[in-house]
């Protein structure tokens, strides 16, 4: 019974990879009936989407490829960790369906290896390059390995992707940083990442707490006052005088 189930949602799944995604028919003509008078995902016009969906690979649906499947999806419910991985990351290696690259970096951090799961994170941005929470995610993943420069180079990319609000991306990164054990190089992070952003209060904030938290009592003043200089209105821009 439960085969019956995994050959269900394998098949579902791997169907749905064999397949490009619906592109727009052109406008019909006034008297021409639609296909449906109830459209599966109707969507408004000029409605913002969060997050662009996914690009979905043409792959063709082969009994190698839903074998693949299987064996990953059983060997992870068994709890044969290493096989799992391995299947997965070598089904969205071949397949690049950012859905399978997902599973994959899913089922690496589950196992705890730092290695396998950078591994599969880079496939999964390799698929999708401009997701920003790829970006986050594997940034996180690194500095929990303690890549430190690995993670600046990905935290950096987060803020060139959210240009629309940077400063609330660089106080959620002071978030994701102020816990790093190495206080003096969360910092040293923290001010590399800044220094593109002179005319950001949130950049000079952020700073000035990692410096606060560090001990360096003189660049969190000097910090917070620039952060208080670029928005007099902001209460937390003099939190620390």
Not at 41 to 54: D, F, G
Not at 110 to 121: H, L, N, R, T, Y
Not at 217 to 234: C, H, Q, S, T
């Amino acid at each position: 019974m439960n085969l019956f189930k995994y050959l269900v949602v394998g098949s579902l799944l791997l169907t749905a990879c064999a397949h490009p995604p619906k592109r727009a028919e052109p406008a019909q003509p006034e008297h021409a009936q639609p296909e449906s008078a109830h459209p599966a995902h109707p969507v408004a016009p000029h409605e913002p989407q969060a997050e662009a969906a996914p690009v979905l690979p043409d792959v063709e649906l082969s009994g190698e490829l839903l074998y693949e499947f299987l064996l990953t999806e059983i060997a992870s419910q068994r709890g044969h960790t290493a096989l799992a991985v391995e299947g997965s990351t070598d089904m969205a290696r071949k397949t690049r369906d950012p859905r399978l690259a997902q599973r994959a970096t899913q089922l690496a951090i589950e196992s705890g290896d730092m290695g396998k799961a950078v591994a599969a994170f880079r496939i999964w941005q390799d698929v999708e390059p401009a997701s920003p929470l790829v970006n986050r995610m594997l940034a996180s993943v690194l500095l929990r390995g303690g890549k430190l420069d690995e993670a600046q180079a990905e935290l950096a990319k987060v803020l060139k992707e959210e240009r629309a609000d940077t400063g609330r991306t660089f106080l959620q990164i002071y978030q994701m940083v102020m816990s790093y054990p190495d206080k003096a190089a969360a910092l040293k992070l923290v001010r590399n990442l800044a220094e593109p952003y002179p005319d950001l209060a949130e950049a000079h904030w952020s700073v000035a707490h990692l410096a606060q938290i560090a001990g360096d009592r003189e660049l969190a003043l000097d910090e917070v006052r620039r952060a208080g200089g670029l928005r007099p209105e902001w209460s937390m821009a003099v939190s620390l005088e």
